[in-house]
T-cell receptor
Framework: ELKVEQNPLFLSMQEGKNYTIYCNYS?????LYWYRQDPGKSLESLFV???NGAVKQEGRLMASLDTKARLSTLHITAAVHDLSATYFC?????????WGAGTKLIIKP | DAGVTQSPTHLIKTRGQQVTLRCSPK?????VSWYQQALGQGPQFIFQ???????QRGNFPDRFSGHQFPNYSSELNVNALLLGDSALYLC?????????????FGPGTRLTVT
């Protein structure tokens, strides 16, 4: 059974700081996704990572995938308040997405 | 281009009742997946429909059933509602045949069972 673990589950940080969210998964998969969810809202796709070594960047967010280590990271550079949200990673397993528990990120001005 | 739409937005039901939730996929998408998200948790996969057939199913009881129509829209039915069924129900659509199988989510239906 595929399991996906995120850490940390909660992160409070100051604006301007850098930090990384980690996503580990237990069995082989070639597709990993990062989503953002604001309180009471739906899920917004951030990144789709399809191969080993894939790296994608959008603004202050950068995601990478190491399929051999079964690890993905979401790096936040010079955080701003607008990035406060819950971030989920999800791994594809035979057409269904298996989700991590989410990382609640609070960025204080 | 309309994205994924869901109805209703909110719903309050009593234990033992039945509920039907509806989803229209994004234009050009033919695959619909349903997820249950309890408060403070990650989504849990319920099932996926493609070509009007249930292609994949998660660990949910038979009380949860679905349907996909020829226009690719979908319904999720839950019978004999339990208090634990209270959650945000999310529908996602994806275009089969693309490498990413990226799923686009609708706004969700918030179901409260009392």
């Amino acid at each position: 059974e595929l399991k996906v673990e995120q850490n940390p589950l909660f992160l409070s940080m100051q604006e301007g700081k850098n930090y990384t969210i980690y996503c580990n998964y237990s069995t082989t998969s070639d597709r990993l996704y990062w989503y953002r969810q604001d309180p009471g809202k739906s899920l917004e796709s951030l990144f789709v990572l399809l191969s080993n070594g894939a790296v994608k960047q959008e603004g202050r967010l950068m995601a990478s995938l190491d399929t051999k280590a079964r690890l993905s990271t979401l790096h936040i550079t010079a955080a701003v308040h607008d990035l406060s949200a819950t971030y989920f990673c999800a791994v594809d397993s035979n057409y269904q997405l298996i989700w991590g528990a989410g990382t609640k990120l609070i960025i204080k001005p | 281009d309309a994205g994924v739409t869901q109805s209703p937005t909110h719903l309050i039901k009593t234990r033992g009742q039945q509920v039907t939730l509806r989803c229209s996929p994004k234009s050009g998408h033919d695959t619909v997946s349903w997820y249950q998200q309890a408060l403070g948790q990650g989504p849990q996969f319920i099932f996926q429909y493609y070509e009007e057939e249930e292609r994949q199913r998660g660990n949910f009881p038979d009380r949860f059933s679905g349907h996909q129509f020829p226009n690719y829209s979908s319904e999720l039915n839950v019978n004999a509602l339990l208090l634990g069924d209270s959650a945000l129900y999310l529908c996602a659509s994806s275009p089969l045949g693309t490498a990413s199988y990226e799923q686009y989510f609708g706004p969700g239906t918030r179901l409260t069972v009392t």
